[in-house]
């Protein structure tokens, strides 16, 4: 099946599909982990140049690639987010055509044009490329674990929160000013759609069916079919993400992102008044877990991050959201934190 999307020149679905993908493809490398490219590798027909498995996304591993790759036509990554954000900058950098295989659909990094790399702890979004194929082949991807795929329903369940805070900042008027963009209903009003039929398909997403990976595959399609035209995604980015930042920051280490941001869309649709039982039971039925204890962050953590989210929003000039308007403090995120039993 093939549609052109913003950013994704082909994309095609289907059980076993990677051998016959990769079959014509003339010189390739390939940027993998040690995990999804054992699994991948008894389906490619043609041994790559060189096979890059990386630990991370640290600036020092990606110029170490950069350094090391032969010249090919052709660069792959396999993989989640992390491996396929170095295999999108190695071809942006070199000049080749890239082709995504998506390992797991945790992230939405295999139809986004910027890799996110790591500079120390801070993540900066650079490059910027588009793929000529992405490759989804469900028994591939239902080879990883539960929790890794339906945490990419995360960035699609932020709409909720993240459009809400977009017309906070647009009813704040000048206390938003340069920290917003001109208020767009229509966005808004194609995020909710997107949304509402992703909603409507949790039960296949949770129970991770051909059909739910292709929801959430084409519910992150339909995101940057909205977003990319924009020039930004604040209807999918808001309040719910910057606590993820800021989470990140207070413990000192990574998260699943789709665990984290699950986490805040709880906690900010509650401070919203955004209908917080009705998203939670969505959250829920898929499946993703959204605890503290899934990202390994302590209760006093996650008070903390609330309780010093706008000093933070402020410090990196985010997007104006409920998070100006709410002033929590400790002891209000406390009694958040405890009225959502978290």
Not at 19 to 48: H, I, N
Request: aromatic share 8%; hydrophobic share 45%.
């Amino acid at each position: 099946m093939t549609r052109q999307h913003e950013n994704v020149k082909r994309i095609e679905y289907g059980e076993g599909i990677l051998r016959d993908a990769l079959a014509g493809v003339s010189s390739y490398v390939v940027v993998s982990m040690e995990v999804p490219w054992s699994l991948a590798r008894p389906q490619v027909a043609k041994e790559p140049e060189q096979v890059f498995l990386i630990p991370n996304v640290q600036e020092t591993t990606v110029e170490k690639v950069i350094a090391e790759a032969p010249e090919t036509e052709w660069v792959v990554g396999i993989g989640g987010g992390q491996a396929i954000d170095v295999a999108k900058y190695l071809a942006f950098r070199r000049g080749a055509k890239l082709i995504n295989v998506p390992t797991i659909v945790s992230t939405n990094a295999y139809v986004t044009p910027l890799s996110g790399i790591r500079r120390g702890d801070r993540v900066d979004y650079i490059g910027g490329i588009a793929p000529e194929l992405v490759v989804v082949d469900y028994s591939l991807i239902r080879t990883a674990p539960k929790c890794l795929n339906v945490a990419g329903a995360g960035d699609v369940l932020s709409m909720h929160t993240a459009s809400f805070d977009w017309e906070i900042a647009a009813r704040a008027g000048e206390k938003a000013k340069g920290r917003t963009y001109e208020f767009n209903p229509e966005a808004v009003k194609t995020a909710r759609a997107i949304l509402a039929e992703f909603i409507a398909g949790a039960e296949e997403i949770g129970k991770v069916t051909n059909e739910g990976i292709k929801l959430i595959v084409d519910s992150y399609l339909r995101i940057n079919d909205l977003c990319l035209p924009l020039g930004h995604f604040r209807p999918e980015e808001g309040s719910e993400h910057f606590f993820a930042y800021n989470a990140e920051h207070v413990a000192k280490h990574e998260f699943l992102h789709g665990a984290i941001v699950g986490l805040g869309i709880v906690l900010m649709s509650a401070v919203q008044g955004n209908d917080p039982k009705g998203i939670r039971k969505v959250l829920d039925t898929i499946g993703l877990d959204y605890s503290p204890a899934a990202s390994q962050l302590t209760r006093e953590q996650v008070i903390t991050s609330l309780a010093t989210a706008k000093e933070y929003a402020l410090s990196r000039n985010l997007w104006y959201s409920v998070i100006d308007e709410a002033n929590l403090t400790e002891a209000s995120a406390t009694a958040l934190v405890n009225d959502l039993g978290l």
